[in-house]
Nanobody, 115 residues
Framework: QVQLVESGGGLVHAGGSLTLSCEAR????????MGWYRQAPGNMREMVAT???????KISGAVKGRFTISRHNLNNTVWLHMNSLRPEDTAVYYC?????????WGQGTQVTVSS
């Protein structure tokens, strides 16, 4: 069983930066993928960035070049570094991890980018 504890959401101005963190707690040794998804009102939840236990990353085209993802040395914390934020980045951001055969989700943290 894995619990995901998120932090770092908030309100920033366009062009600003924000870093989200997610700590996986519990039985974390078998986690394969961690990452971040987001969902804006009226939209489907979309992948933002993921990182495997080997450190391979995948970044969505919408944020590529602006966001990066990293993980803790112990592989139980994932970070989303958001730069050059735009109003369209406003969404609830959800931490995600894959612990086969199960997927786990954080409660979500609001990121709001003002014009």
């Amino acid at each position: 069983q894995v619990q995901l504890v998120e932090s770092g959401g908030g309100l920033v101005h366009a062009g600003g930066s924000l870093t989200l963190s997610c700590e996986a707690r519990g039985s974390t040794s078998s986690i394969y993928i961690m990452g971040w998804y987001r969902q804006a009102p009226g939209n489907m939840r979309e992948m933002v960035a993921t990182i495997t236990r080997a450190g391979m990353t995948k970044i969505s085209g919408a944020v590529k070049g602006r966001f990066t993802i990293s993980r803790h040395n112990l592989n139980n914390t994932v970070w989303l570094h958001m730069n050059s934020l735009r109003p369209e980045d406003t969404a609830v951001y959800y931490c995600y991890c894959e612990d086969t055969p199960y997927d786990f989700w954080g409660q979500g943290t609001q990121v709001t980018v003002s014009s």
